[in-house]
């Protein structure tokens, strides 16, 4: 039988005059149904990931500011003796800022901090020494509603005050009862570090490593 369907199919399209009406009607072979392309969408909206470390050591003021970048989601570095705070400058494109070092947006920290926030010329805007993260992590977190422009993120360990050019504090350690937590003094420029914890002088300042996780939060 197949020695037979061999011939026949040689047969039907063998070269002769009557080949080109043969091929003609060949049928054409049906083609494997092929899927429709998917409709085009968008680009999915993956968060931009801008890390940056501190190199090797951030200074404390605002003339000598580390810059960070633009928009950046994370900085990671240490303080230790002689070095008590570091202070970053960052380019923001406007938007609810987060910055925490409790646990949240893939922040750490292994020792007691808090976070301040400058306006570019080192105006006080907003700080947080002590606020538990969502796994039960002490650490800080401040949020502040920004417009476009340079900013300053400062971190240090507990105890430590801020003061403006005429000495006044901003930011003193101690609140009123002098039980050694923070008090937020108002507005001013940052002009100088000091030591407003308990006991004074320090002996041993809260110092380690850190990532600050910063985020802009949608809503
Ligand atoms: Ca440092
Ligand atoms: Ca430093």
Redesign the pocket.
Known sequence: MKRRFFNQTRTSIAPGRDTKLKLQMIKKPTLPDVLPAPPLTETPNVPMVMPYTEIP????LPADAQYAGANVTSITGS?GAG????LFRFTWDGGLLEAATNGLLGSSCDFDTILFLFDSTGLYITSNRYNRGPDGLAGSYISANLSAGDYLLGITGYGFAISDSGGVLIYDARDASGKGFQHDNGSGILTSWGWGGTPSPAADPSTGNYTIGINKRKS
């Open positions: 050591d951030a200074d404390s303080t070095d008590y705070q570091d």
